[in-house]
């Protein structure tokens, strides 16, 4: 059975992205905006060491664009070079019930119900999945799908936007099993969810 971890930036009071959908709180999520060396070498990372990723709509609209041609811009530095490849090769399945056609770059869409796809994805024997997108996560953690939440933690405070976690109808607790912190203040929690 695959382990499934929700895993973003976010805010200190909670967002995954300000109002009207700003990430520039984030140090950025393109090849042209920088999050610090140490923290984007370890997003790389755990990119490389992701079996299968699954997108909402939304971010998969938001990472597309940059990272499917990171690569083969014009002063690429070697490590969002090494970071695009990476991206390019994970295998990633992209939910949406709006978008119209294909999509690209090792991606397959799904438009039935998330939940029923996430759970056979997580049946299979194979590597680790992340999931990014918090109404996506949000769908998967309401049914508790979610294996264990990594939270990279700016020190912004941003008064509202997108939540990372959604409401739910249970609690769910969990364990902390790792924290780093990274220049600027940035805090990596990691919790299990206990079973």
Same mark, same amino acid.
């Given at each position: 059975?695959?382990?499934?971890?929700?895993?973003?930036?976010?805010?200190?009071?909670?967002?995954?992205?300000?109002?009207?959908?700003?990430?520039?709180?984030?140090?950025?999520?393109?090849?042209?905006?920088?999050?610090?060396?140490?923290?984007?070498?370890?997003?790389?990372? =755990?990119?490389?060491?992701?079996?299968?990723?699954?997108?909402? =709509?939304?971010?998969?609209?938001?990472?597309?664009?940059?990272?499917?041609?990171?690569?083969?811009?014009?002063?690429?530095?070697?490590?969002?070079?090494?970071?695009?490849?990476?991206?390019?090769?994970?295998?990633?399945?992209?939910?949406?019930?709006?978008?119209?056609?294909?999509?690209?770059?090792?991606?397959?869409?799904?438009?039935?119900?998330?939940?029923?796809?996430?759970?056979?994805?997580?049946?299979?024997?194979?590597?680790?999945?992340?999931?990014?997108?918090?109404?996506?996560?949000?769908?998967?953690?309401?049914?508790?799908?979610?294996?264990?939440?990594?939270?990279?933690?700016?020190?912004?405070?941003?008064?509202?936007?997108?939540?990372?976690?959604?409401?739910?109808?249970?609690?769910?607790?969990?364990?902390?099993?790792?924290? =780093?912190?990274?220049?600027?203040?940035?805090?990596?929690?990691?919790?299990?969810? =206990?079973?």
């Amino acid at each position: 059975m695959r382990k499934l971890t929700f895993a973003m930036n976010v805010t200190l009071d909670g967002y995954t992205a300000a109002p009207g959908g700003d990430l520039g709180w984030s140090g950025g999520d393109g090849p042209d905006s920088s999050p610090g060396d140490e923290l984007f070498q370890w997003w790389s990372d =755990r990119v490389a060491a992701t079996d299968l990723a699954l997108y909402g =709509r939304k971010l998969w609209e938001t990472m597309s664009p940059d990272w499917l041609t990171a690569d083969q811009q014009p002063g690429a530095t070697p490590a969002v070079i090494e970071y695009a490849h990476r991206w390019q090769a994970m295998p990633k399945v992209v939910f949406s019930t709006t978008t119209a056609g294909a999509v690209d770059g090792n991606a397959r869409l799904v438009t039935g119900d998330a939940v029923t796809e996430i759970t056979r994805l997580k049946a299979e024997d194979a590597g680790p999945m992340d999931i990014g997108g918090p109404t996506l996560a949000g769908a998967a953690m309401r049914a508790g799908l979610i294996d264990e939440y990594l939270l990279v933690t700016v020190p912004v405070l941003v008064g509202g936007g997108t939540p990372f976690f959604t409401a739910l109808d249970s609690w769910v607790n969990l364990t902390l099993t790792e924290t =780093r912190t990274f220049p600027g203040g940035v805090l990596l929690t990691r919790y299990e969810t =206990r079973r």
